[in-house]
Every structure is written in C-alpha cells, then in structure tokens.
C-alpha cells in the first residue's frame, strides 16, 4: 500500500510538471524559463524536480515525449476496427497522427527546436520509434519477426527523415509553420512503399513455405 501511495505521489508530480511545462512555454521563450518557473507552477519543490529531471532541457524533453506516448498509444486502440482492411490508410493515418500532433503543439515545439539550449532530439525520435513498433504491429496485424524487423527500421527511416525536415521548417518558421500539403504527399508515399514492400515480403515467404512443402 505505501509503494502503491509511492508510486501515485511520483505519476503525480511528473504530471504536475509536465503540465507545468506545456503552460509555460505558451507564455514565453523557453530560454526564459526556469527550473524555479516549473517547479513554482507545477507546485513542487527542487528536489523533487531535480530527482527526476537533470535540468529544464530534460524536462522538456521528457514533458514532450510523455505526452506524445499517451498520445500514440491511445490512437493504436483504434486501428483494429478502423483501418483493418486497409493497410494503405492505416499507415497513413498514423504518420499523420504524428504530424498532428506536432502541429497541435507547435508553440511548444517552435519554442523546443529553436531553443539556444541543447535539446535532445534523440529522445523524442526513441519515443516516436518505440511507439511505432506496437504502430507497426497493429497495422500488420501480427508481432514483429526477424523478417519484417528489418522493414521496421528501413520505414522508420523515411518515416524520422520526413520530421527532420518538419522540425527544420518549424524552426525557421517564425509562425511555427510547415508545408502540410507537402507532408500529406510524403505520408501517403511512405505509406504505400510500406505495404508494397511488406506484401511482396509475405508473399515471397509463403512461396517458400510451400515450396519447402512440395518438395
């Protein structure tokens, strides 16, 4: 029981603090805003700040992957009875999850790429990559195999280069735009280089199976 109160106090204060961060930057320059400005609104004190964040860049970054993760998560529930007979829109619609949510969030995330701190990309392509496993199971329809791992990464790589190029454009921005039109047409290309290749992938593998059962 004191574990489980533990652990609740613990969900509570990284909520608490990724809020805080979120409002925060709809106020001002990240470059202005403080470990004691989070902490003040998300109504914690340092140490336990500093207890689960190394500075506000980490914070930033951690706030902003949470989100996205809850976020991603809850759409893949909806897969299944949406997109289950076509591969094509699913994909699709989950890239462009992605794009929505970046642009959702564009006042936090113009203030995070053009930050003069050192933001840790890596951390939100690892979160956006782990999230796409489960993504990529989902829209397949069975658990990822050696065979088709390495169309995961093959995919993802399209899929990290195409927001590279949005959080470049965001950054340049000075409204925090990006050519949506642009992206949509990259989305659904992606897209449908993943199914053609993941089907002729099963389909050169039945073959071999069945060649393997002949003989």
Avoid: W
């Amino acid at each position: 029981m004191a574990e489980e109160k533990t652990n609740r106090r613990t969900a509570d204060a990284l909520k608490a603090i990724e809020d805080a961060v979120f409002s925060l930057l709809e106020e001002k320059e990240f470059e202005h805003v403080t470990a004691r400005d989070i902490c003040q609104r998300a109504k914690v004190n340092k140490m336990t700040f500093y207890k689960y964040h190394n500075n506000k860049y980490d914070a930033l970054a951690k706030a902003f992957t949470s989100r996205l993760n809850a976020e991603y998560k809850a759409k893949i529930l909806d897969f299944d009875h949406l997109y289950k007979d076509d591969m094509d829109e699913a994909h699709f619609q989950g890239l462009m999850f992605v794009l929505d949510f970046f642009e959702r969030y564009r006042v936090a995330f113009s203030h995070l790429v053009s930050s003069s701190g050192d933001f840790p990309r890596d951390v939100v392509f690892s979160a956006l990559f782990a999230n796409y496993l489960p993504f990529f199971s989902a829209v397949i329809g069975e658990e990822i195999n050696h065979s088709n791992e390495y169309l995961v990464h093959f995919i993802f790589g399209a899929y990290r280069s195409l927001f590279e190029c949005q959080l470049r454009q965001l950054a340049q921005s000075p409204n925090g735009e990006f050519d949506r039109q642009a992206a949509e047409k990259a989305c659904r290309l992606i897209a449908k280089s993943f199914t053609m290749i993941f089907l002729t992938m099963r389909k050169e593998h039945e073959d071999k199976v069945e060649s393997k059962s002949i003989s």
